[in-house]
């Protein structure tokens, strides 16, 4: 009879002279760097005029108002996300809660609601509330209707993200809070909800950041955001690669702000998993 071999354990692998030199996170500014700069590269190649861009820059960011008194530029672009997150969120959470009830009626309204803003473009909602509405009566301003619009459009989609998150907590976490004595209410609150956050939170800031630049379809109704403002100085100055460069470059700052802050929210509602692991 032969011995019984136990199994080997696995070599560990070295890391390389790099990976001693140098960390993980030092290896990771250096590649963002060499990427930055490959990226400033290649739209450095277009033979930009920064003279315009200098000029324009402090309306896009929305330094000054416009001639309406109101923001105009980035900041109008951020005002309009805000507020259609807020809105949105409420939305889709009531469309989640509703998808989830026993109510016939209540699943009926939710699942048309979400099937229709899921199915048809956003820019022919945009449309639709701007034009509309003034046949119902209602006289919506350009900026009412477009965060009317991106609010239904995307409370339709958060509400399926909020309705996986909330099935996807395992139901012996329903059943130890109930055998503690815990109420319903008590029990989704202090228990469903915060562990469907870890789920939930990754796809809605991805769901933000979508909206950070579909809002630029709200210039098509002449609102002075970030695109609108991009598109009249590039007609003025026939200098339209130099505009939209520079609200590329908004867009991804704005959209890198929503990333650190979706970095914080994971980092505080996975702390329980990452000490446990």
Known sequence: MTSFQPPRPPQQVRP?????????????????????????????????????????????????????GFLQGAALTLFLCVCSIVVSVLLGFVTALARLSSSAVAFGVASFYASFFRGTPL????????????????????????????????????????????????????????????????????????????????????????????????SVMGVWEVMFLAQSYGR????YIEMLTTAAVLYWIMSIGMELLQARLEAYYGKAYRERR
């Open 123 to 218: 820019l022919i909602q945009i449309l639709l509330i701007y034009l509309g509405l003034p046949q119902l009566g209602i006289v919506p301003g350009a900026i009412s209707a477009g965060i009317i619009a991106l609010s239904l459009n995307y409370g339709a989609y958060l509400s399926e993200i909020f309705r996986a998150g909330i099935i996807g907590v395992a139901t012996g976490q329903r059943e130890a809070a109930l055998a503690l004595g815990l109420r319903p209410a008590q029990i989704f609150w202090r228990v469903t909800l915060p562990q469907a956050m870890r789920t939930i939170i990754p796809p809605t800031a991805n769901q933000f950041i979508s909206m950070l630049k579909d809002s630029s379809l709200i």
């Open 16 to 68: 390389s002279l790099l990976q001693r030199v140098f960390g993980f996170r030092t290896r990771l500014y250096l590649t963002w760097a060499a990427m930055f700069c490959l990226f400033a590269g290649f739209f450095l190649s277009f033979d930009l005029k920064l003279s315009i861009i200098a000029d324009k820059l402090p309306n896009l960011i929305g330094l000054h108002v416009a001639p309406n």
């Open 236 to 239: 003025s100055s026939y200098r």
